[in-house]
């Protein structure tokens, strides 16, 4: 076994898919445990994101502007779906990078959504500067301020990522055990896996239980991690923002192992979960006057999932982002001894603290009139550090990402591209609907003869090839059922004749011309 061959074997293997798979979903728990931004009553800041839903959840100023904002937004939504679809997809992605996974309409609900992300970013500046014409009305400008706080926003982002990878790391369990790539592993597994509905049963009765308890540890705070762990191996910034690279790297490795990766055009497809479909058709309703074909909501099952992947992606950046540039006092926290840290709780001190107050020299050596205690004794105290290490040195973390980053551009660059001179290979169904779509007349002006012409000339052409084949010309087929991607009406099949060409394992060429119902 060569070595490319041998390292593919074992980097797809389904044993180390499971693994990469599970470990996203425990290493995202635990970088949550351990971030102390997690206890912060300060209010949440993302970049990008943040200013997409102050844009669209609050900071309205009432009366005229709020029509102005609706307005603004649900511009900012039709442009980024049109952006996505025509010109990232199609233009850039499709004509221009020439990418296979972008191939025909696939993947264009991601690129859309991202789309909308962007230009919803866009707008909300736009709509800042009519703000600031008007004047006075900084208030109710938009930033990447959310009007919540860094513990609830956590909280949410914690579940969001546990349904996010719990779903990814399942698909990829459930696509292991109905594959045959690897027929050694897993036999007993697989017969169970395959039997009936077992599949769909265990996904939604393990989906709602672990769903329910995960949701109840996290938003009733039950059970808390300092208080389990009691200081053990506890981290600082250093070593958590290692651990969000780290998360990072597993993100990208799940699409890098897929058997399709990077062109993802072969012909395996992965049920959805919890569905015994490898897709999901919506047709929507049309107006057939104005249009002339139907639409129609098409997700594959590879695309769902690798969808949500990318999504966790976003908060694991933003993740990766509060690791590198955190700072105690930002976030309400300030550092104690053995560098631990400490949160502040109580709003009125978040709402007036500065530099002075919020130390731990300051907060345990001042008395809380109200409780007759220091300020230190009402705040939370954390196992996780602060040792105060450069930005260089966190910036080190971020080199095993970039270079995961790096080889995945590197291979769907290499592997992953339509070359200049290769064309889409297209199913031998598709090849055959769309030859059944041309009349001879249509095939003769293309050829520049005659029909009769054309009919001599493939015959001349069969009787001088020794190679044996079968041509019929058949006559309207009216009990035929068109194509669900035929773009031409029914009236144009059953008027044209279709021509259909086949090998035949004879010893002489056979002609068969069946021309019933045909004018001459």
Not at 31 to 53: K, L, M, R, W
Not at 210 to 228: F, G, M, P
Not at 303 to 323: A, E, H, S, T
Not at 454 to 460: F, N
Request: glycine share 6%; hydrophobic share 45%; net charge negative.
């Amino acid at each position: 076994m060569e070595i490319d061959a041998c390292f593919r074997y074992y980097f797809q293997h389904p044993w180390s898919r499971l693994i990469v798979a599970y470990l996203v979903t425990f290493f995202n728990f635990l970088i949550f445990a351990e971030d102390p931004i997690s206890h912060s009553q300060t209010q949440a800041h993302i970049i990008v994101v943040g200013n997409c839903f102050s844009f669209l959840f609050n900071k309205y100023p009432g009366l005229g502007w709020n029509i102005l904002k609706v307005m603004c937004w649900i511009l900012a939504i039709i442009t980024g779906l049109l952006a996505g679809k025509f010109i990232f997809h199609r233009q850039l992605f499709g004509r221009y990078l020439r990418l296979k996974m972008f191939h025909e309409d696939h993947g264009s609900w991601m690129t859309m959504f991202f789309s909308t992300i962007l230009f919803l970013f866009i707008f909300s500046h736009i709509y800042n500067l009519f703000l600031l014409m008007a004047g006075s009305m900084e208030p109710h400008m938009v930033t990447e301020y959310m009007g919540i706080r860094n513990e609830s926003f956590m909280k949410i982002a914690a579940v969001g990522t546990w349904m996010g990878d719990f779903v990814t790391a399942w698909m990829v369990t459930d696509m292991m055990l109905q594959d045959q790539h690897y027929p050694d592993w897993g036999k007993a597994a697989r017969r169970f896996w395959k039997r009936g509905n077992n599949r769909i049963v265990l996904f939604w009765t393990v989906l709602i239980s672990l769903t329910s308890v995960v949701v109840l540890v996290i938003s009733t705070d039950w059970i808390s991690w300092d208080n389990l762990n009691r200081g053990f191996l506890p981290s600082d910034e250093v070593s958590r923002a290692f651990l969000a690279s780290f998360i990072l790297v597993f993100d990208l490795l799940i699409v890098m192992q897929d058997w399709e990766f990077p062109h993802f055009m072969g012909d395996l497809d992965m049920n959805l979960p919890g569905m015994s479909t490898t897709h999901v058709k919506v047709k929507l309703p049309v107006c057939k006057r104005i249009f002339k074909e139907e639409y129609h909501i098409h997700i594959t099952g590879k695309w769902f999932n690798y969808g949500i992947i990318f999504l966790v992606l976003i908060l694991d950046l933003n993740m990766w982002k509060n690791q590198i540039f955190y700072k105690p006092y930002e976030y309400g926290q300030y550092v104690g001894p053995g560098e631990k840290i400490y949160t502040v709780e109580e709003p009125e001190t978040l709402r007036d603290f500065n530099y002075s107050t919020l130390t731990y020299e300051w907060r345990s050596t001042n008395i809380n009139p109200s409780t007759n205690k220091t300020y230190v004794e009402r705040d939370m105290f954390l196992h996780s550090r602060y040792i105060g290490a450069s930005l260089d040195i966190k910036c080190l973390a971020f080199i095993p990402s970039l270079a995961a980053f790096v080889l995945f551009g590197f291979f769907i660059w290499l592997f992953g591209r339509f070359q200049d001179s290769e064309t889409f290979t297209e199913s031998q169904d598709k090849m055959y609907e769309r030859i059944k779509r041309k009349s001879p007349s249509e095939y003769s002006k293309e050829m520049g003869a005659t029909p009769e012409d054309t009919h001599m000339t493939m015959s001349d052409s069969l009787k001088r090839s020794g190679t044996p084949m079968l041509l019929s010309v058949d006559g309207p087929h009216f009990g035929a059922t068109p194509s669900t991607n035929s773009t031409i009406s029914m009236e144009t099949q059953e008027t044209h004749p279709s021509i259909v060409i086949d090998s035949a394992v004879q010893d002489e060429p056979v002609v068969s011309f069946d021309v019933h119902r045909l004018s001459p």
